[in-house]
């Protein structure tokens, strides 16, 4: 895909893989917007590589629907939307205080996957309104999150 003048939209861009995300389509010529809950250093990294800052929850969906709009606003619909939320959670489910809070399971559901689905699916209504571009394509869509494995999923 051509990142020339090509809008972009990358979250968990205020650090980490988000960030240089951000940075590498910057410097391909995207205009970019980076999205993320840490309101300073979303901004920071916007001011850093002259990208589109939002502080915002993706986990709130009226919030990430506001969001996706203004980047439409500033940028165009996004042809690229590379989403980096995820989190981790280290609480054994059965531990010395008993069983795992069942809210924490619901936030980090909420976060990991309910919160990808949103951010995908609005990116994916925009792009297809959307031309193809010269090589077919409406746009790309690219989800990715870390956490290392840890041993004690089960622990008394």
């Known amino acids: 895909m051509d990142l020339w003048e090509c809008p972009a939209v990358v979250t968990g861009a205020a650090s980490g893989l988000?960030?240089?995300t951000a940075r590498y389509l910057v410097e391909a010529g995207a205009k970019v917007t980076v999205?993320?809950?840490d309101a300073e250093g979303v901004r920071k990294v916007a001011e850093e590589i002259g990208a589109h800052a939002i502080h915002c929850d993706v986990a709130n969906a009226e919030a990430a629907e506001?969001?996706?709009?203004?980047?439409?606003a500033i940028n165009g619909a996004a042809r690229v939307l590379v989403h980096c939320v995820g989190r981790g959670h280290f609480e054994p489910i059965f531990g010395d205080k008993g069983p795992m809070s069942l809210e924490s399971f619901r936030q980090l559901v909420e976060v990991n996957l309910i919160s990808t689905?949103?951010?995908m699916?609005?990116?994916?209504a925009?792009?297809?309104?959307?031309?193809p571009m010269p090589s077919g394509e409406r746009g790309v869509i690219v989800s990715t999150a870390s956490v290392s494995a840890y041993d004690g999923q089960i622990g008394a």
């Not at 506001?66 to 439409?72: L, M, Q, V």
């Not at 699916?121 to 994916?124: D, I, Q, S, V």
């Open 18 to 20: 988000g960030a240089e």
């Open 35 to 37: 999205i993320d809950i």
């Open 66 to 72: 506001k969001a996706i709009a203004e980047a439409r």
């Open 117 to 119: 689905f949103n951010m």
């Open 121 to 124: 699916r609005l990116a994916a």
């Open 126 to 131: 925009d792009m297809a309104t959307l031309s």
